[in-house]
């Protein structure tokens, strides 16, 4: 019941996207089921020995540094959010060092690579499924969008008057993006040959199956994946590899930092100042390339 009420809190109050709230739920039934099994006892009673040794547990597990950290931070909030509430004295996680994980650079895909492959006409015909699923890699290359925020898009979202998109981020914050004309072209396009299909199940959703429902992360993963599979042998190729892309290619062209912030959703800057680093490799490499003294 109390694993169940904070992930009502986190839901209803923080307004944290399903996915995250799904994490913290399998992070704390986890602790929950080692406590109960190796101490005998219920996530209440925990105490810095018990999260200590759950942490070591964790590692013999083989469990990577930043996963045993995210679930060090869903135990914190747990108790911290219980300590408010005067169910719990202290925080039992307050004290509990996590492994410090190897920083690294996000993944991206070259703007040039990308403008080949979605030039392709070889890889792209005019069919509507063609077409659908060349949106899907213009809008996440072209507004820089989590998948959530993708799947979350309707079709009067789009302002093709105002050339923007409608975001709806985490904690149901809401953003307007730029879109680049040839995407909005495309966007007029799909809603064209959308209007066209006969589907059982209508939706106003904008990206949507071939049987007219509303589109699965497991759908858009793998259609991402296949496509950019044309121009990457790198074993990432994710939505979120373009979110990347799409931050990187505005950095690497001059845009402003906080304005970059502010495109994708983040709450810090911090977040965003991870894609300075990309910026920076490129600049070394161009460096030992050019310079007599590299």
Do not use: C, W
Request: glycine share 4%; hydrophobic share 40%.
């Amino acid at each position: 019941m109390v694993i169940e009420k904070f992930l009502s809190y986190l839901s209803n109050e923080k307004r944290y996207s399903p996915h995250t709230i799904t994490s913290y739920q399998v992070d704390l039934l986890q602790f929950r089921d080692f406590l109960q099994t190796t101490f005998e006892m219920e996530l209440m009673d925990a105490k810095y020995v018990q999260v200590r040794d759950f942490m070591v547990y964790l590692l013999d597990q083989q469990i990577g540094p930043s996963s045993v950290s995210r679930k060090m931070s869903a135990l914190r909030s747990f108790y911290k959010y219980n300590q408010r509430l005067g169910l719990v004295a202290s925080n039992p996680v307050s004290l509990i060092k996590v492994p410090k994980a190897p920083k690294r650079l996000p993944v991206f895909i070259d703007d040039q690579k990308m403008d080949d492959l979605l030039d392709s006409a070889e890889i792209f015909g005019s069919s509507f499924l063609s077409v659908r699923d060349k949106l899907v890699l213009e809008v996440l290359f072209g507004s820089g969008i989590r998948l959530a925020e993708l799947i979350g898009l309707r079709d009067q979202d789009v302002d093709f008057y105002e050339g923007t998109v409608k975001v709806t981020g985490k904690g149901s914050k809401v953003r307007l993006i730029p879109l680049p004309k040839a995407l909005l072209v495309l966007l007029k396009e799909y809603l064209d040959l959308k209007s066209f299909q006969n589907f059982d199940n209508k939706t106003d959703a904008l990206i949507v199956t071939n049987k007219g429902g509303v589109v699965s992360p497991a759908f858009i993963y793998k259609t991402v994946k296949h496509y950019l599979s044309y121009i990457s042998t790198h074993s990432k190729r994710s939505p979120h590899v373009l979110r990347h892309s799409y931050a990187t290619t505005l950095l690497n062209r001059g845009a402003d930092l906080n304005a970059i912030k502010e495109l994708l959703g983040h709450a810090s800057l911090a977040a965003t100042q991870v894609y300075t680093h990309n910026s920076i490799e490129k600049l070394k490499s161009v460096y030992k390339q050019a310079h007599p003294k590299a």
